[in-house]
């Protein structure tokens, strides 16, 4: 498939979440895509609270399959969790368990009043009870397909698709 | 290459027994996935899920507490559960063996020792022994080795200094009786430090110490010219026999670290120590408590290391 317009999907996503902000709403992107997306919305949105970051390494479902991969980002969540309103946001949501990862390690901070689930792309496949509320676009990607956010040096954001074991 | 018990047939690292052999890519995995985890302190919940459901035995046949403490911190921020094992009064001193003390806890399934040992080789010989999916963890070892100390050291050495390759160490005291030492010798070489200096008298020098390509003081105030690290060793008056030694005051005077001495290094030059330190004798209280130590930052690093080594051991 082509992929989509990273750069229009993003403005449009921006649209979306703009109707719900509040003066403190918090933003929190998911390591490394939703980290790039997340740094953009908040300038674009010049929100109050600072931004947090999180890698979901030490809460994932598979560590016992696949161990500890390298690189792993330390998470900062420079504001109290308690009470906040926070817009979660990744590139690509697919099965839902990086989702799942990623609030139980929110959840370990605070208890936030609620946690909204913005995502540039929708690809489906779902295996878990998780559904964004802010979507740039559902994309069909064939199930062998990788489909993934790229960064270029100017900070364009773009997406590119790619075949596992390609 | 020799046969390395620590890594397994598909190359990845099951044990951590000794620096030695290591490459640089594990030592900078470790301190890397520390650098992650130091943010766990940050949550409320101190605690991240990786380790549910496993059982740790901590396995200290010579005392410790703050290795042996930040062990059992670090196994419990991973979710794993430990048990402190106090050998003093358990079955080893009514005659079992070791591997047979280690057969029965690998029957309560245990999935990781941490062991601490007298006798150097000790942790590898069990390693040798465990079936697999069972990790061991050398928490030091006679005078052979101490990998996680070593591995706390680097990472503080890195947080302050920024990297490893334009840095003058020196290792200043007992070199000879010292398991820290001779980890933080392999760990510095692999990580590319390009000069590691030990500082001692010759009778707490190990024969043929600068094969470990480092060089060799006898006098402290030459040896500790412009050097960025000083990590100070404590004098182990418990493994000395016979007379390797005029007296402790006679060693401070030469070897002790004095603010006059400290002077010689490099004014941002931060001081180090294993722990547990001997006041007055490698160490005076001015420099142990002064603006350029690091001694207190080394223990709480220690909990993120250890909790990297486990976790990655365990995934493995």
């Known amino acids: 498939m082509i ?27 998911i390591y ?30 598979d560590y016992r399959k696949t161990g500890l991969r390298t690189g792993v980002k330390p998470s ?12 979660l946001v990744d590139d690509v949501l697919y ?10 390690e929110i959840f370990d901070y605070g208890r936030p009043r609620s946690i909204r689930l913005a995502a540039l792309v929708d690809r489906g496949g779902r295996q878990l009870p998780i ?12 199930g062998d397909e990788l489909i993934e956010l790229q960064r270029d040096q100017s900070g364009r954001l773009a997406l590119a698709v790619t075949r596992r074991g390609a | 290459m020799a046969f390395n018990p620590q890594i397994g047939t598909d190359g990845k690292l099951k044990h951590l027994l000794t620096i030695e052999g290591l490459p640089m890519a594990v030592l900078l995995h470790v301190l890397d996935t520390a650098k992650s985890f130091m943010s766990v302190t940050a949550q409320e919940v101190k605690k991240v899920p990786l380790l549910r459901g496993k059982a740790i035995f901590n396995l200290f046949f010579e005392p410790s507490t703050r290795t042996r403490t930040t062990f059992e911190i670090a196994a419990k921020r991973l979710s794993a559960d430990v048990v402190n094992l106090n050998i003093a009064t358990s079955s080893q001193t009514k005659g079992e063996t070791l591997l047979d003390t280690v057969a029965n806890l690998t029957a309560m399934h245990a999935d990781m020792f941490i062991v601490r040992h007298s006798q150097s080789g000790a942790a590898h010989l069990i390693a040798r022994h465990v079936g697999p999916g069972i990790h061991v963890i050398n928490a030091g070892d006679g005078r052979h080795a101490h990998p996680t100390q070593a591995l706390l050291d680097m990472f503080t050495i890195r947080h302050y200094k920024g990297g490893f390759n334009r840095l003058r160490v020196a290792i200043v005291g007992d070199i000879l009786h010292s398991r820290v030492a001779r980890s933080e010798i392999h760990a510095l070489t692999t990580l590319g430090v390009p000069e590691v200096r030990v500082i001692g008298p010759r009778t707490l020098l190990p024969r043929q110490v600068e094969k470990l390509g480092v060089q ?6 030459a040896g500790l010219e412009d050097v960025d690290v000083i990590i100070m060793l404590r004098l182990q008056q418990e493994r000395m026999s016979g007379a390797l030694l005029p007296s402790a ?68």
Not at chain 2, 216 to 221: C, G, I, N, P, Q
Request: hydrophobic share 45%; proline share 7%; aromatic share 6%.
């Open chain 1, 3 to 29: 992929p989509p317009d990273a750069e229009r999907l993003l403005a449009a996503l921006a649209e979306q979440i703009r109707r719900d902000l509040k003066p403190g709403t918090a933003m929190v992107g």
């Open chain 2, 216 to 221: 060799v003081y006898h006098d402290m105030t």
């Open chain 1, 131 to 142: 559904c964004p509320q802010y979507v740039g676009a559902q994309v069909q990607v064939e």
């Open chain 1, 32 to 61: 490394t895509g939703g980290v790039w997306l997340a740094q953009r919305l908040h300038q674009m949105f010049g929100l109050a609270t600072p931004m947090g970051t999180i890698d979901v390494a030490f809460y994932r479902d």
């Open chain 1, 76 to 87: 900062d969540i420079p504001f109290p969790v308690e009470d906040a309103d926070i817009v």
């Open chain 1, 95 to 104: 099965t839902g368990r990086t989702i799942r990862a990623a609030m139980n």
């Open chain 2, 249 to 316: 005051g006679e060693f401070f005077k030469s070897y002790g670290l004095t603010p006059e001495k400290l002077a010689r290094a490099r004014a941002d030059a931060i001081v180090m120590h294993p722990g547990p330190m001997n006041r007055g004798i490698e160490i005076d209280s001015a420099v142990a408590d002064g603006r350029q130590s690091v001694i207190l930052p080394q223990v709480t690093f220690g909990i993120a290391v250890r909790m990297a080594v486990m976790s990655i051991l365990a995934g493995n």
